[in-house]
């Protein structure tokens, strides 16, 4: 084994074991580091509600009546079950703009974590669903949710950059980007999934990107930045690079009213990371901005 590859279980559908390429840059082995190490209660406690792991955050209005009160002895597990609702709702509004998937096709989640939005998307469509994340640990866990739920030959993820993915060229009905593309420069991204894509595929991204109109990225993006080792791009680098790319935007969603009411809500839980100010208050001062994109790739 060279210093540039490591031995890692694949699929787990087999249980086979694959010679995997390391870390294509010294920043994706510290990526990798990052979400191979993180088990933060915001995430576990939320997905152990059913059993959909997401690492995106929520949309949607909150539901004031499934809150406890003060005195509800229950009140933590309904906030906790109420933000993890608002996170799997951003799951399916993202899946809605994938157009008409058919059983046969097959989908593919860039950067895909724990596999939350891949179980989705194969419970709604009925296909074939290839991800790819960084982190041994999140693929491990996400074929090992497959593997529970019985869906091992339909779900798989593999560890992989995003940016070189195990795809043949146009074999992707669809793919996406679920909060994953800050961690990537977006004409390698594009690039990359306008070769898996075929010409009519579609391309779905959910990202918080930074608003050209605001000047330049502020401290609260910046504060995101750290907080999270990745690099906010602005809205206006991801239609350019889209263009670039042969992705032309079909519809373009400002999400940002509709994931504040979840930022809010979360500020008030346990379960608090300390970086809620920072998206409360950039949303707020209108220099950071939640988007869907869907592109067809012509
Ligand atoms: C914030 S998580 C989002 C996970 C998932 N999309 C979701 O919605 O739950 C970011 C993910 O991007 C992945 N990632 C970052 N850079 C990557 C790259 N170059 N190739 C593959 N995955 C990458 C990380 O490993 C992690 O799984
Ligand atoms: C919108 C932006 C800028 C996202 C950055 C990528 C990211 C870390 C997403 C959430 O992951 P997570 O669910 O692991 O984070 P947390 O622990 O805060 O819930
Ligand atoms: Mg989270």
Redesign the pocket.
């Known amino acids: 084994m060279t210093s540039t590859e490591l031995t890692a279980t694949s699929s787990g559908t087999s249980g086979t074991s694959l010679r995997i390429p390391g ?2 840059t010294p920043y ?1 082995g510290d ?2 580091r ?2 191979d190490g993180e088990a933060r209660p915001v995430n576990l406690r939320l997905g152990d509600v059913d059993g959909l ?4 955050y929520g949309i949607g209005e909150v539901d004031h009546a499934a809150l406890g009160d003060a005195e509800d002895s229950e009140s933590e597990k309904k906030l906790i079950a109420e933000l993890h609702r608002l ?1 799997s709702a ?2 399916e509004f993202l899946l809605g703009h994938l157009g008409d998937i058919g059983r046969d096709d097959t989908l593919v ?9 891949m179980v989705m998307a194969h419970q709604r469509f009925g296909c074939k669903v290839e ?5 041994a640990k ?1 693929a491990a866990f996400a074929n090992n949710r497959a593997r529970e739920l019985r869906i091992q030959d339909h779900v798989r993820a593999r560890v ?4 070189a ?1 195990p795809f043949a060229t146009g074999e992707a009905a669809a793919s ?5 593309s ?3 420069d977006l004409q390698d ?1 594009f690039a990359e999934h306008a070769r898996v894509l075929g010409v009519g595929g579609r391309y779905v991204t ?1 990202t918080g990107c930074w608003n050209p109109r605001y000047g330049q990225p502020s401290k609260w993006v910046s504060q995101i930045n750290a907080h ?1 080792e ?1 690099n906010i791009h602005s809205r206006r680098e991801y239609l350019r690079a889209m263009a670039d790319n042969r992705l032309v935007p079909q519809a373009v969603v400002d999400l940002t009213p509709d994931t504040l009411p979840y930022w809010e809500l979360r500020a008030t839980s346990s379960l608090v990371t300390g970086i809620e100010d920072a998206f409360i208050n950039s949303y707020k001062d209108g220099s950071f901005q939640y988007l869907l994109i869907a592109a067809d790739r012509v």
């Open positions: 870390p294509a994706q990526i990798a990052y979400w792991y997401h690492h995106h996170e951003q799951a989640d860039a950067g895909c974590g724990r596999g939350g939005s991800g790819v994340t960084l982190s999140q992989c950059n995003m940016l993915m996406w980007n679920n909060e994953s800050m961690y990537v991204l959910i999270f990745c």
